[in-house]
């Protein structure tokens, strides 16, 4: 059989890969000097054996990552694949099918139909709304804004899929001064500038203040775009949802909602009272390759307004026609050849089912509360509440916290970054990983304790 040897020799160590990862140290061992070295080289006239192509990436690869499919890694908002949902990722690239539309791919077409419906009901959106499988949170952002721009500029009289933004009514978009920086590259590339926001005060939590938000709008009378988001990327915190959509629907404003890291805990009974208000919203995103914990590249966006959606997103052409009476997936996404990025989704649902995910997320949020109740035992400070799965600590001044967060790397029990938080340096931990167990917590627990004893008997 064609690929046989090759797909075998994937299968063993892609097992022997997951068997080693959680107990190898977090951080990638090789540097990228290295792997450039083993990696490069001119590319050759006549090629290369495939098996032998497969061994120089396995032999890199497996000490050139980070071992973020493992408990221990708390960088960033990552996730770890669940099992069934790699093996099902497998079968994506098995298939190798172009799901663009029905037509191309109705197995897939009928998985995406599926999981959308499934995620709608575990988010508490609306079955009468619009979803679509994108690449990420970034490009989830870009299909909510951009169905949001056609949608407010429509009522404003103004077709801007065929006159575009020169001539326009002006669209005024407002943010929280803790807006996620991927919503500014998405107003960017939908022409509404990056930096050309109303900026509203957040609390100290980073929640958006509903009162400021009503002043600010207060001031707006045309077309305008409100962003508020479920999920501080320090903090965790989720912007007041409910109160914001009382504040924008009278007006008329179209709320998008980023709930890349936040949207999840939805499915759990302790938050979904917290996120009821994303139903009263016009666009909402979330990631899941992040707390969903399924491969790379899976984000979600969701859409009170279909037609705005499809509008914005789908143009026919002689050869690539619409499906009548179908959902094609390509209609409500920019990318049109895609994956089957539904596919794991699907498995991962399938196999967690609501409770599985209520469990997964508030297992994080437990794992979450350990680790600020650790380190604040020990005497260091915590600078958030912790609410939700994010946890950031200052262990003294910035060069201290610094260099904790340097050893803390470099000891590689666990793998945290660092961030800056109203003017403090801290260390961000970040708990979305299902594979986190409670013994990976305590072993992580011990290891920041031991690397920030280490640098205060240093006392430099
Ligand atoms: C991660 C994140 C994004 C961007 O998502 P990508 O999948 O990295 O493109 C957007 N918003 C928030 C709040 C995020 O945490």
């Not at 690929?3 to 951080?27: D, I, K, N, P, S």
């Not at 992040?290 to 307004?305: R, T």
């Amino acid at each position: 059989m064609a690929g046989q040897e090759l797909l075998e020799r994937a299968t063993a160590a892609a097992q022997g890969y997951l068997h080693a990862v959680g107990e190898r140290t977090v951080r990638a061992e090789l540097g990228s000097d290295e792997l450039r070295c083993r990696l490069g080289g001119q590319l050759s006239e006549s090629g290369e054996p495939p098996l032998q192509v497969l061994e120089t990436l396995i032999a890199s690869g497996g000490r050139g990552t980070s071992a973020s499919r493992g408990g221990r890694y708390f960088g960033f908002v990552t996730g770890s694949s669940l099992p069934v949902a790699t093996a099902a990722d497998w079968m994506v690239s098995a298939w190798d099918q172009n799901c663009a539309l029905q037509v191309m791919s109705p197995f897939v077409a009928a998985v995406e139909e599926v999981t959308g419906g499934w995620l709608k009901q575990l988010l508490g959106l609306p079955s009468a709304w619009s979803y679509g499988f994108v690449t990420g949170g970034t490009m989830a952002n870009f299909t909510g804004l951009a169905a949001a721009r056609h949608h407010v500029l429509e009522r404003a009289g103004w077709d801007v899929e065929v006159d575009g933004l020169s001539g326009a009514p002006p669209i005024e978009v407002v943010v929280s001064d803790e807006i996620h920086y991927s919503i500014a590259v998405a107003l960017r590339l939908l022409g509404l500038g990056a930096a050309r926001v109303r900026k509203v005060p957040t609390d100290g939590q980073g929640r958006m203040r509903v009162v400021e938000l009503a002043n600010t709008l207060a001031g707006i009378d045309g077309p305008c775009i409100a962003c508020a988001q479920a999920g501080n990327v320090n903090t965790g915190a989720l912007d007041p949802i409910t109160e914001i959509a009382a504040v924008t629907k009278p007006r008329g404003v179209w709320l998008h909602v980023d709930g890349a890291v936040g949207l999840w805990a939805a499915a759990s009974d302790a938050h979904r009272t917290a996120l009821a208000g994303v139903a009263s919203a016009d666009s909402v995103t979330t990631d899941a390759h992040k707390w969903l914990n399924v491969p790379y590249d899976c984000g979600l966006v969701f859409c009170a307004h279909p037609d705005a959606h499809r509008h914005a997103m789908s143009l026919a052409s002689a050869y690539v026609q619409a499906t009548a009476g179908e959902r094609d997936p390509r209609e409500y996404a920019p990318e049109e050849s895609r994956r089957g990025r539904a596919v794991p989704v699907y498995a991962a649902l399938r196999t967690l089912g609501r409770r599985g995910v209520a469990d997964l997320v508030e297992r994080c949020c437990r794992h979450a509360r350990r680790f600020a109740e650790g380190l604040s035992a020990a005497g260091y400070e915590v600078l958030n509440e912790v609410s939700l799965n994010q946890v950031l600590v200052s262990f003294g001044d910035p060069e201290a916290t610094g260099r904790v967060i340097a050893a803390i790397q470099r000891d590689g029990t666990c793998w945290c970054g660092g961030t800056r938080w109203h003017g403090r340096t801290a260390m961000r931990i970040s708990v979305c990983s299902r594979a986190t167990t409670e013994d990976d917590v305590e072993r992580s627990l011990a290891a920041m304790l031991r690397c920030a004893a280490a640098v205060d008997a240093r006392g430099d």
